[in-house]
């Protein structure tokens, strides 16, 4: 039975990306069915001009699933059916009141760099928390240990680069790159699908996610990613005058004449607000609020940073996006309300832990640096 179907790579495209954590090991090897696919080629950059194209987009639209891509259009990555007798698949349940997070590793067929411009995704309704993609890397500070391809792990946090994360079950969501810039994944890729479900019901549930990645057009750009990950969270718990409240913080600085085009924040449920700001000749600008507010920063996408299940996303269109000159840098904070009487502290768990996470994306790629 073929569990993921994987289809040749050309054309057009959509994307998201981001750096974090390791997995622990609970399940089988065995690797998954895949379709016959024929390499997928480099995108060739195209001549003059030096600016990205059409502006970046972001969209929701509900949906019951999510279709492969054409014969010749992309990949689709797709979870296996529950499956008791198989050591990968049985983990693919959620039983009544259960909380699990699981890493699914899928080795892509690309036998040469692969630049990625789109990200769409699916995540059946029910017990579908979110899911976030990492490009698998056995070195650097967040490095993750490859798995044979197919395997299923219980897992905390996926190693490498965090490259594509939805919290919207029920829905096709789609996030596109501006036109130009491909985010690059180098031959045979692994990724790491890295899924949280939750079942508040009474009956056993069988969550599905689905993933297709599409090829960026006429590269000219490679996309880099800025991402902060605060371990100072300690929350102290409740007390008789009232919950525990912490703010962290820390700031980001990328390369001059870097061209971001995407902006958010990630965290977990003890979050009441994460502001992402660009300082500039001294003034700081807010691009990113997530949490409950009368009035959102311009840049922000309508309907985003409602909570910390639906964060803020801003999007800038070109040609000069959001421009960083000499001296600037990005602020970011995070503010939490703990009601339980534990401390909450840095982990993966939403439950119980916090994370404090701005995630830029920009182009050309270069080295950033957040603290």
């Keep these: 039975m073929s569990h993921i179907k994987l289809q040749a790579v050309v054309g057009v495209a959509l994307s998201l990306l981001a750096e974090t954590f390791g997995c622990s090991s609970d399940g089988g090897s065995k690797s998954p069915t895949v379709a016959p696919v024929s390499a997928a080629p480099s995108a060739t950059a195209s001549p003059g001009g030096s600016d990205a194209g059409a502006a970046p987009r972001y969209s929701v639209e509900a949906a019951t699933d999510l279709p492969s891509p054409a014969a010749g259009a992309g990949f689709q990555i797709e979870t296996p059916d529950y499956n008791a007798s198989d050591p990968n698949a049985q983990l693919m349940i959620v039983q009544p009141n259960q909380e699990i997070f699981l890493c699914y590793h899928v080795t892509l067929p690309n036998t040469a760099e692969l630049d990625v411009g789109a990200f769409q995704s699916y ?73 949280h479900f939750i079942n508040t019901g009474t009956t056993a549930l069988y969550p599905k996610v689905k993933l297709n990645i599409l090829p960026a057009a006429s590269v000219k750009y490679k996309a880099g990613v800025m991402v902060s990950f605060n371990t100072s969270i300690n929350v102290p718990g409740a007390t008789a005058s009232g919950p525990g409240m912490q703010t962290v913080s820390g700031t980001c600085t990328a390369p001059a004449g870097s061209k971001f085009f995407s ?31 009368t009035s959102y920063p311009a840049p922000q996408q309508p309907g985003t940073g409602t909570d910390w299940e639906h964060p803020g996303v801003a999007l800038w269109n070109g040609p000069d996006f959001l421009t960083v000159q000499q001296g600037d840098s990005f602020t970011y904070s995070c503010s939490y309300s703990n009601t339980a009487t534990t401390p909450v502290t840095v982990g993966e768990t939403a439950a119980s832990n916090e994370m404090c996470m701005a995630i830029g994306y920009y182009y050309p790629a270069g080295t950033t640096s957040c603290r």
Excluded: R
Excluded at 148 to 174: D, E, K, L, R
């Design 123 to 195: 995540m059946s309704p029910g017990s579908s928390h979110h899911f976030i993609v990492f490009q698998q890397s056995n070195s650097g500070p967040f490095a993750g240990t490859p798995q044979p391809n197919g395997t299923i792990q219980s897992c905390g946090f996926a190693g490498g680069t965090w490259v594509y994360a939805t919290s919207t079950p029920g829905a096709v969501v789609t996030s596109t790159m501006p036109e130009g810039v491909g985010l690059p994944f180098p031959a045979a890729t692994q990724l790491v699908l890295n899924m």
């Design 263 to 293: 902006m958010s924040t990630h965290t977990h449920k003890h979050a009441t607000a994460a502001e992402v700001n660009f300082v500039s000749a001294g003034s700081a600008q807010p691009i990113v609020h997530t949490g409950a507010d």
